[in-house]
């Protein structure tokens, strides 16, 4: 009884331990686990005589290991090696059903489609034209591809493969059906490729793009003959706009494929497949060889339009205009010759100073009649100035100094609600505030745009008329200027002279120790003249 016992609990616990690591049957893998298949061998090494890949797996389930062929196996336990005595084990029966491996969705991502990105979706089984050999040992003359530019892919594919049975199996499993959604992107083809594991293997083909001089030069090939549109249209790729010297489709070599399987193969069958299902892609739609090389459908058909319009432009302005029936005007004038045009009146006298506008009268909701009367009265004063001089006075003013200038011209030194409003409206246009436009205006007020640049951009003049500056103040029991840049500043800080570009001095006002710069005065070319109207010499 002890025997029977033990044997009985070393099963139980065999069976327990069978059992304990299994996954949940509902429960999918992460992202980021990589599940263990078979697939860790090479296809080189993994096959063996009188079988065949299509066998070995079906596309939406992996193969399930038997634990009989793997007597090493950590989960299986023999009776003989299980010399346990627990009598009183009694364990629950373990749920002994295999867990059935969930293949992941498609990978693809349609909704972020883009002219320079598109999704197709996965391509259904089709009949193998090599039924009976799923190794793909046939000849292999039949043709994959449904077009000429298809089957030129698959050309380049298989003259650059090293191994021509991985390219069978590749071929094999395009034809069941194991490639998802492919993406296409410039230089790139990418789709994941079901292998005989649950997870799919993630696949690439890469292709050189054309740089913009072979662009143009496609570009001009497709123009130079309407047909050449007309086909692209209707989904055909013709062979002289392919062989017009751009390389659109690839030569034996051009193609790298890039998978995430463990096979060093060049390609792998994964990346076969890849690469036979995109030579149906191509058949459906040549613009999907064209997106590969670099430039998506509604880019290079927009870029052909402009071109059409622009080429046909140029033919009607060289092409000479047919000549009209009948006799020309002109011909006949000179022919009598007494019908000859009077000459043009001389121009009118130009007045001495622009006229006074009209008057505008208020209306509710209306423009500010204030307003307008100035702005017409500045485009009279401007339109005499170009007419006497030829030349605009305001037309080389930046958007700022044009501001100062307007609000410069408002009558008035103070700052009524009218003047508040448009010194508010104008400092908004201008990105400054209405306390640098008031002070923008007494500069202005004080030296037109030369003052304005005195105010608003400091410099380093050269030795000469500023340097004889400090003795002239001092000569007049003035104290000693301090110099910065073009500044002279009273050592109390409330009076400053400035030397603008123009060789005048300009006079400036703050609060002691605030540096709150206002223009004053005059402009001078003394600078103790500047500095009349400031103040007696003994209070500066």
Sequence with gaps: MRGRAGEVGARDLRDFLAGAFRLPADLELPADVTPVADETVPDNDRSTPGSSDSEAFTPTSAPTPDPTEHPSHPSVISPESAHVDLPSLHLPAPDLTPATPRTPASMASPSRDSDLRRTFPAFSPRPSDRDGDSEGNGDGNTNFAETWWGNAWVTALEEGALDPKRLMRGRNYAEKGHVDAITVTPGLVLAYVQGSRARPYRVQVRLRTLDDAAWERFLDAAADRPGHIAAL?????????AESGVPLLPGPGDLDPRCSCPD????????????YQTARLLDADPFVLLLLRGRGERPLLDALSRRNAA??????????????????????????????L???????????????????????????????DQLA?????????????????????TLWQDAVRLAAARPGSGLTVTTRALYASLAKA???????????????RQGGVEGLAVL???WDPPAGRFDRARPLLLAADLPAFRPWHNHLTHPHGHVQLRLGQDGLWYAYESEPGHEDWWPRGTPDLDPVGALTGLGAPGEL
């Design 233 to 241: 249209l209707d989904k055909e790729m013709p062979k002289s706009l």
């Design 311 to 340: 080429r046909a432009a140029r033919a009607a302005q060289e092409q000479e205009p047919a000549p009209l029936p009948g006799v020309r005007a002109t011909d006949v004038l000179v022919e009598r010759g007494e019908r000859r």
């Design 377 to 397: 009265t500045d485009a009279a004063a401007r339109a005499h100035a170009l007419l006497t001089t030829g030349r605009d006075p305001v037309g080389d003013l």
């Design 342 to 372: 009077p000459p043009l009146p001389l121009p009118l006298p130009i007045p001495p100073h622009p006229e006074q506008p009209p008057a505008y009268p208020a209306a509710p909701g209306g423009p500010d009649p204030f307003a307008l």
């Design 264 to 275: 060093s193969g060049h390609p792998c069958k994964h990346a076969a497949a890849l690469c």
């Design 430 to 444: 201008t990105g400054r505030t209405a306390a640098d436009l008031a002070r923008a205006v007494a500069a202005w």
């Design 456 to 458: 608003e951009e400091p």
